[in-house]
């Protein structure tokens, strides 16, 4: 079986700061990992993925995420928080057959000026 | 490069109404294509997925349905709208492991 934990629905940074948004997943398969974010009332954005290459995945925006088989964790960072980062953050897994992916609940990134 | 539509962008519509909602996608053949919900300050609910023509796996019983006429197009539809069934409705598809969304439809059930 596979599914998703999103350990905290809010977090809230300074601009300038770090920003972590946690992810804990399990799987019966070697799973493909993925980062979304949807900002108010659009689709969702492909941040980055992980598909069993490196285990630190950079993708957009300048956000990175690290996978740990051995945590089971698929963490997203960014070294400095924006104003635009401010959104919705959905971590996705799916156990490579292809047709299903499961998401966590999301965490909602709060930005402070 | 592919690309997904969704419409309409927003609607309006009284409980018993019908509801049809169109997707199509561009540029990638033979796609699995999915509608999701998602209720104000919710996760995303996975409705309805398929891997081909007149094929179509509902994941959540409800008065809502799903067609695939065309390889590249599916529609959501409802023949009795409920008050619950308001939300943002976004349809994907994916190939080769990778998903991508459009821009979504805003259903507002009065």
């Known amino acids: 079986a596979q599914s998703v934990t999103q350990l905290d629905s809010h977090v809230s940074v300074s601009e300038g700061t770090p920003v972590l948004l946690r992810c804990n997943y399990s799987?019966?398969?070697?799973?493909?990992l993925f980062w979304y974010v949807q900002h108010p009332n659009k689709g969702l954005q492909l941040l980055l993925k992980y598909t069993s290459a490196a285990t630190l995945v950079k993708g957009i925006n300048g956000f990175e995420a690290e996978f740990k088989k051995s945590e089971t964790s698929f963490h997203l960072t960014k070294p400095s928080a924006h104003m635009s980062d401010a959104a919705e953050y959905f971590c996705?897994?799916?156990?490579?057959?292809?047709?299903?992916?499961?998401f966590g609940t999301g965490t909602s990134l709060t930005v402070i000026p | 490069s592919q690309t997904i539509h969704q419409w309409p962008a927003t609607l309006v519509q009284p409980v018993g109404s019908p509801l049809s909602l169109e997707c199509t996608v561009e540029?990638?053949?033979?796609?699995?294509l999915y509608w999701y919900r998602q209720a104000a300050g919710r996760g995303l609910q996975l409705l309805f997925y398929?891997?081909?023509?007149?094929?179509i796996s509902s994941e959540v019983p409800q008065n809502l349905s799903a067609s695939r006429p065309q390889d590249r197009q599916f529609i959501l539809s409802s023949k009795k709208l409920l008050l619950s069934d308001s939300g943002f409705y976004l349809c994907a598809w994916s190939f080769g492991g990778e998903q991508y969304f459009g821009p979504g439809t805003r259903l507002t059930v009065t």
């Open positions: 540029g990638t053949s033979n796609p699995n």
């Open positions: 398929s891997v081909g023509i007149g094929q």
């Open positions: 996705v897994v799916n156990a490579n057959t292809g047709n299903q992916f499961y």
């Open positions: 799987s019966s398969y070697s799973p493909s």
